[in-house]
């Protein structure tokens, strides 16, 4: 089983449409999570980190589920500039620390 | 804000050639990494540095070597290019060992031909 699993997509929704992207991990010990954003042949950029009690930035709403073992991001109200893959990101800190990508999911927002 | 800095953009070497990709950080961060990012299997770790002189392998550092002598500067090395290390390569850097957000450069994509 892999350490991070994301639906790949494509995810093809309209423009002023709600989206949401689930990740599960494996790692109970996972400590830090975050989204990060990555738009075609560039580099990924931090979108948001998720805390446990869920938060919110803008359009924006992370989510944690520890007993289930997965992240979530919600967009609302689509923008084309949302288009883009986005990546789910664990910390698990033991033994040191080690950093887990997601292969990510696609967006595509259509006029 | 955060500057990573890669050395080159675009760069095409030949099979069997020593290629030097060049990091630098900006931000006095300990820890930096090196990724290499192929269609369908998302980033992978090749190696990483928490501090200067110090290196840790990653998943995949077959056929790479890194060397860090400050603390700003990260250096992966191919000591003999072949084909299938034709890829987009990723320097990132944190700041401590807390599971921070690492910071990312703007990639090189490499071609080996």
């Known amino acids: 089983r892999k350490e991070v699993e994301q639906d790949p997509g494509p995810f093809n929704v309209p423009e002023g449409a709600t989206v949401a992207f689930n990740c599960t991990y494996s790692?109970?010990?996972?400590?830090?999570f975050f989204w990060y954003r990555q738009d075609c042949r560039k580099e990924p950029k931090l979108l948001m980190s998720?805390?446990?009690s869920g938060n919110e930035d803008g359009r924006f709403t992370a989510q944690l589920n520890r007993a289930s073992q997965y992240i979530s991001l919600l967009i609302r109200d689509s923008k084309l500039s949302d288009s883009a893959t986005y990546l789910c990101v664990l910390g698990t800190g033991t033994g040191g620390f080690k950093t887990i990508f997601g292969a990510g999911t696609r967006l595509f927002v259509k006029a | 804000d955060v500057k990573v800095t890669q050395s080159s953009r675009y760069l095409v070497k030949r099979t069997g050639e020593k290629v030097f990709l060049e990091c630098v950080q900006d931000?006095?961060?300990?820890?930096m990494f090196w990724y290499r990012q192929d269609p369908g299997l998302g980033l992978r770790l090749i190696y990483f540095s928490y501090d200067v002189k110090m290196k840790e392998k990653g998943d995949i550092p077959e056929g790479y070597s890194v060397s860090r002598e400050k603390k700003e500067r990260f250096s992966l090395i191919l000591e003999s290019a072949s084909t299938n290390q034709t890829s987009m390569y990723l320097c990132a850097s944190t700041p401590d060992s807390q599971n921070r957000p690492q910071h990312f450069g703007d990639g090189t994509r490499l071609s080996i031909l």
């Open positions: 998720v805390y446990s």
């Open positions: 931000m006095d961060h300990e820890n």
């Open positions: 790692n109970s010990a996972s400590q830090s």
